[in-house]
């Protein structure tokens, strides 16, 4: 059985450039999250999907978006990127009503 | 929104001896108290969480001791292993009957090395 699987691993972007980061939650998982993770900090909370709506957003820019497609994976988008926007992204999937959330390996994205 | 401090911020033990992090929060409506692990290049994976109708939970060489009205919780580690090495966060959260809006906030994480 699967876990929560995302791509790519690895990413290298310039500063102004686009990036789209993929998730695919647990089979079951209709609840999607986005993380992101600075070096040295703890994950920090982005976005909350689930059937395809927005649920919850934390403290980031507009410059982040989300969405969640029928099969219930997810991608983050982040435009104009920053320096300050290298992190490890993370992806977390679970069963809507429930308490515990399944990371997946994330997107280690670098900006240069 | 919670605010979730975590102590200490890095932990040395001998092998074997046991581990204590506590993890300190500010919102009395949280009524779940998950830890979580995350080894060097990996994703966090749930360890032990409890709930708020719970004082303690333990799970082989791990427990969670949780006290509502100071507003904090615990995670014990006895007879530490090498592969316990990792850095270990606390998300305290309010989770609703409509499975929770917001997601998880972290602690700053702890960082346990387990000396042989």
């Known amino acids: 059985d699967a876990g929560v699987t995302q791509s790519p691993t690895h990413l290298i972007k310039t500063r102004g450039q686009h990036v789209t980061l993929r998730c695919s939650p647990i089979?079951?998982?209709?609840?999607v999250s986005w993380y992101q993770q600075v070096l040295g900090q703890g994950p920090q909370f982005i976005f909350q999907?689930?059937?395809?709506?927005?649920?919850g957003r934390g403290n980031f820019p507009d410059r982040f978006s989300a969405r969640q497609f029928p099969n219930y994976s997810s991608e983050l988008n982040v435009n104009a990127l920053l320096l300050g926007d290298s992190a490890l992204y993370l992806c977390?999937?679970?069963?809507?009503?429930?308490?515990?959330?399944?990371f997946g390996p994330g997107t280690r994205l670098t900006v240069l | 929104g919670e605010n979730v401090e975590q102590h200490p911020s890095t932990l040395s033990v001998q092998e074997g001896d046991s581990a204590v992090i506590k993890c300190t929060y500010s919102d009395s409506a949280s009524n779940y108290f998950p830890w979580y692990k995350q080894e060097l290049g990996k994703r966090p994976q749930l360890i032990i969480d409890i709930r708020s109708n719970v004082g303690e939970k333990k799970d082989q060489r791990i427990a969670v001791t949780l006290n509502k009205t100071a507003k904090h919780f615990s995670l014990h580690i006895t007879e530490t292993q090498p592969e316990d090495s990792a850095v270990y966060f606390c998300a305290p959260i309010q989770e609703d009957s409509g499975g929770g809006a917001d997601g998880l906030t972290f602690g700053k994480g702890t960082h346990l090395i387990i000396q042989p």
């Open positions: 999907y689930y059937e395809k709506e927005e649920r």
């Open positions: 089979s079951g998982h209709k609840s």
């Open positions: 977390a999937s679970r069963e809507w009503g429930t308490d515990t959330q399944y």
